[in-house]
């Protein structure tokens, strides 16, 4: 029994022993890596980083004081690069002698061309070189004229629509001193519809920039004509005839990608009385390029038969 005793007593000491020496190992751990976490937070090379920061921020301070009043931006010098040599330009700019690439602010007035020496100014700017050239539509009037209008078309080809675009008339002549004009839009043959602008109030030079749709196919277009009447509303709404344009569609190549910006003088109606064998209604084109003239006739009226004698 004693021995039993014995043994007993030497496990039970041996694992009393093995647990201090687990408790006394964790405690140093823990020890170790508190230590380890301090110094990290107190690294001396951080220190002098900050310290370097509020150095380099003191100088600049400085720095800008120095500057112009100017408001670009200042360059901060390396402290690296502190007592340096710095030589004075004629344009009052600094640069190192021994040609480094860094450069203090300037200490004089900002120029509009300023350069390094052996730099040259490139001049001023001609700002009649930069116009754009007039166009002589709105400004080359012939005398008598009577207005000018100018309108693009362009046609569709799968929705057989011809797209007509009014944008402006110019220099219009109404009978009193206000003017208040629109236009109707035809396409001959047919005079018994038309479409029309909305009206501008009190103006001479009108702009418009409105849309119209004719729907006809491609092979009618050749045959149509384009009529355009300018019309000037007066106090009692009544509508007077300012002028017209006729416009043939048989020698423009109308597509979706080529839209024609035109424009025309206006002409005034025929006012003569009409021949007792009636009338026919033309328009002339003439092709310079060429030198071809096309006759279209667009319609007759009041025709008589004569007799056979």
């Not at 039970?12 to 937070?41: D, H, M, N, P, R």
């Not at 629509?161 to 009978?175: F, G, T």
């Not at 569609?249 to 910006?261: H, P, R, S, W």
């Not at 084109?285 to 006739?297: A, E, H, I, K, M």
Request: hydrophobic residues 35%; contains cysteine; glycine residues 4%.
């Amino acid at each position: 029994t004693e021995q039993a005793v014995a043994v007993a007593g030497g496990i039970i000491g041996g694992i009393l022993l093995f647990v201090l020496l687990g408790i006394t190992a964790y405690l140093l751990w823990k020890k170790f890596c508190c230590l380890f976490s301090y110094e990290k937070l107190i690294n001396p090379v951080k220190t002098t980083n900050a310290n370097a920061i509020f150095q380099d921020q003191a100088n600049s301070e400085i720095q800008l004081k120095s500057t112009s009043r100017s408001r670009s931006v200042p360059f901060i010098i390396p402290p690296t690069l502190h007592g340096r040599d710095w030589i004075h330009l004629t344009n009052e700019e600094q640069v190192q002698e021994d040609r480094d690439p860094y450069m203090t602010p300037q200490s004089g007035p900002r120029s509009s061309f300023h350069s390094l020496a052996g730099a040259y100014v490139v001049g001023t700017i001609n700002p009649d070189l930069y116009k754009f050239p007039q166009d002589k539509s709105e400004t080359d009037f012939p005398d008598g004229n009577i207005g000018r209008l100018w309108f693009s078309i362009e046609y569709e080809q799968e929705s057989e629509r011809l797209l007509v675009s009014l944008i402006k008339v110019r220099k219009l002549q109404p009978p009193a001193d206000s003017c208040s004009p629109f236009v109707k839009i035809y396409l001959l043959p047919d005079e018994r519809s038309y479409l029309q602008s909305k009206t501008k109030r009190k103006t001479l030079n009108p702009h418009f920039d409105e849309n119209f749709v004719f729907q006809v196919s491609s092979k009618m277009l050749l045959q149509r004509t384009l009529k355009f009447l300018v019309y000037h509303v007066d106090k009692q709404k009544k509508h007077h005839l300012l002028g017209q344009v006729i416009f043939p569609l048989k020698n423009e190549a109308l597509t979706e990608d080529n839209k024609l910006v035109i424009w025309r003088d206006l002409e005034k109606e025929n006012s003569e009385p009409p021949s007792e064998h009636g009338d026919i209604q033309f328009s002339l084109s003439y092709n310079d390029y060429l030198g071809r003239l096309t006759v279209v006739v667009l319609r007759a009226r009041g025709l008589k038969l004569q007799e056979e004698s």
